[in-house]
């Protein structure tokens, strides 16, 4: 794998991570209470294979549940 494929690897997953991180916690504010939040992050290869998709299509999930406390006053 070329250098160019990984550092355009490593700027997507940067970048979906700091988007992620800040959807994530606009969530959590705009939803009150202390009940843990289950969170899905899927990846998903969404190129247009046209007639020939790949045998294995990429996708990966991961689930995780977010512990909530109140805010310390």
């Known amino acids: ?4 494929t990984q550092r355009d690897i490593r700027q997507l997953l940067k970048q979906f991570g ?3 991180d800040e959807m994530v916690m606009a969530h959590i504010a ?6 843990p939040l289950t969170i899905r992050l899927t990846l998903t290869d969404v190129t247009d294979y046209g007639d020939n ?5 990429l996708r990966l999930e991961i689930e995780k549940e977010i512990r909530r406390q109140a805010a310390a006053e």
């Open 30 to 35: 705009r939803q009150p209470g202390q009940t």
């Open 53 to 57: 998709p790949p045998a294995e299509p």
């Open 18 to 20: 700091v988007q992620a």
């Open 1 to 4: 794998m070329s250098e160019e």
